[in-house]
């Protein structure tokens, strides 16, 4: 049980300091209604979750590598660089096959359709979820935090 706490904790922390994983689950977010917004089908819900859970997983993986190497290794160093620059591709290598992924399940006639019924038929619903996209960018800018 207390690993299920760590893990939740070390998720929690990443969003709270990683400004990108910020960005990524606002993406997610918005996917995820979009999803609901054209009804898309299982096998393609399975696909935008798979995606949704390697990026998030890879930002997780990459913060923790930036934070092991940042301690062992304060000062700048050559492998610390290449082993940080490789993490930091692997979250960019999912971040771009997801985008792939969402375009050919998003892009489509049907659900370009779809969503522009949504919009007609739930115009109220619509600029509310339009508003959220103010939220979300406070989210995803994080608040300063003090210097000590």
Do not use: Q
């Not at 893990?7 to 990683?18: C, L, P």
């Not at 993490?87 to 049907?110: R, T, Y």
């Not at 739930?122 to 608040?143: C, D, E, N, Q, Y």
């Amino acid at each position: 049980m207390k690993s299920f706490v760590f893990a939740f904790r070390g998720i929690a922390r990443t969003i709270r300091n990683e400004r990108n994983m910020r960005i990524h689950l606002c993406f997610a977010l918005y996917v995820i209604l979009a999803g609901a917004v054209t009804r898309i089908t299982v096998s393609e819900w399975t696909a935008v979750l798979i995606c949704i859970g390697m990026v998030t997983a890879l930002e997780c993986i990459n913060t923790s590598v930036e934070n092991l190497c940042d301690t062992v290794s304060p000062e700048k160093s050559e492998g610390i660089r290449i082993t940080k620059d490789a993490a930091a591709g692997a979250v960019l290598c999912a971040a771009v096959f997801s985008a792939v992924v969402g375009s050919i399940v998003f892009f489509n006639e049907k659900r370009i359709e779809a969503a522009v019924g949504f919009l007609r038929e739930h115009t109220a619903l619509s600029i509310l979820i339009i508003l959220t996209l103010i939220p979300s960018g406070m989210f995803v800018k994080g608040r300063k935090r003090e210097r000590i």
